[in-house]
């Protein structure tokens, strides 16, 4: 497992071959959110490390409906 603290690497804005590089480096907490549309790329970079051995930050929009009744 590697030592934390982590770096953080944001994905928003990225690409696949951006996030798998980070991978590659040694990047292990990554800013991630639903507006980034970056998940599966994420997903498919960190799929061959323990989940011990990453962090994801996820951020996601919360929408409230409002009825008028």
């Known amino acids: ?31 991630a959110a639903e507006s980034y549309g970056t998940t599966d790329a994420l997903a498919n970079a960190v799929s061959g490390l323990e989940r011990g051995d990453y962090e994801v930050l996820y951020k996601f929009d919360l929408r409230c409906s409002t009825s008028s009744t």
């Open 1 to 31: 497992m590697t030592q934390k603290p982590w770096l953080v690497f944001g994905l928003d804005g990225r690409t696949s071959e951006d996030i798998a590089d980070a991978v590659r480096l040694g990047y292990r907490r990554f800013d």
